[in-house]
Nanobody, 122 residues
Framework: QVQLVESGGGLVQAGGSLRLSCAASGSIFSINGMGWYRQAPGKQRELVAV???????NYADSVKGRFTISRDNAKNTVSLQMNSLKPEDTAVYYCKAVITIATNVFTSYQYWGQGTQVTVSS
């Protein structure tokens, strides 16, 4: 019913930039929080940045000042601009959204994208 599709990952040198995008589609009534998480090999998935429907943002300490999350409510998209990338930013990045679907407006569900690989070389 609902899909999240990410794009924009890739290989970049340390100090470089990448922009990730995530588009939600399907039977969407409304989207509440949206965010980006990442998982490095052998590590647990961790929060990178989240944004509410009103635009309030929160970032992991490790990315503050380097990453910027934004969303377009009209297009049901969320983006992550990543600057000054470091090798430790290497991970699979996942988009997450809390969505109220059109067929059940009394409940919200969490949806995840399939993940996109970000590799930062030193």
């Amino acid at each position: 019913q609902v899909q999240l599709v990410e794009s924009g990952g890739g290989l970049v040198q340390a100090g470089g930039s990448l922009r990730l995008s995530c588009a939600a589609s399907g039977s969407i009534f409304s989207i509440n929080g949206m965010g980006w998480y990442r998982q490095a090999p052998g590590k647990q998935r961790e929060l990178v940045a989240v944004i509410t429907s009103g635009g309030t943002t929160n970032y992991a300490d490790s990315v503050k000042g380097r990453f910027t999350i934004s969303r377009d409510n009209a297009k049901n998209t969320v983006s992550l601009q990543m600057n000054s990338l470091k090798p430790e930013d290497t991970a699979v990045y996942y988009c997450k959204a809390v969505i109220t679907i059109a067929t059940n407006v009394f409940t919200s569900y969490q949806y995840w994208g399939q993940g996109t690989q970000v590799t930062v070389s030193s």
